[in-house]
């Protein structure tokens, strides 16, 4: 039984950090490009970030460019994305996942992925 499950969310004033986890079962990581996207009320999914498992390269969107940095430890089975100077419209639940199929890069388009955690809430706001 596979799973993906985000934590590290939480309530951070504008201008702070925080560090989120995906943590991998059932799934050889290794295999595996990683994604992370975010959702806010009221708006559509967006890509925030991915990694991939080829080379370990990174692919940003424009909402994490400069910001947002994310790095994969597949011994641990774990995927880490690395917010900062986290603004108000940051605000989203956050999701990770996992994408098996073999790419040159990894994918920013969340219908390529095939398996998604439950996501975890980051609020920014003082």
């Known amino acids: 039984q596979w799973q993906l499950v985000e934590s590290g969310g939480g309530l951070v004033q504008p201008g702070g950090s925080l560090r989120l986890s995906c943590a991998v079962s059932?799934?050889?990581?290794?295999?595996?490009?990683i994604g992370w996207f975010r959702q806010a009320p009221g708006k559509e999914r967006e890509a925030v970030i991915c990694i991939s498992n080829r080379d370990g390269s990174t692919t940003y969107a424009d909402s994490g460019k400069g910001r947002f940095t994310i790095s994969r430890d597949n011994a641990q089975k774990t995927v880490y994305l690395q917010l900062n100077s986290l603004k108000p419209e940051d605000t989203a639940v956050y999701y990770c996942a996992a994408d098996e199929e073999p790419r040159w890069v990894c994918a920013l388009r969340w219908f390529d992925y095939e398996y998604w955690g439950q996501g975890t809430q980051v609020t920014v706001s003082s």
């Open positions: 059932g799934l050889s990581l290794d295999r595996y490009a």
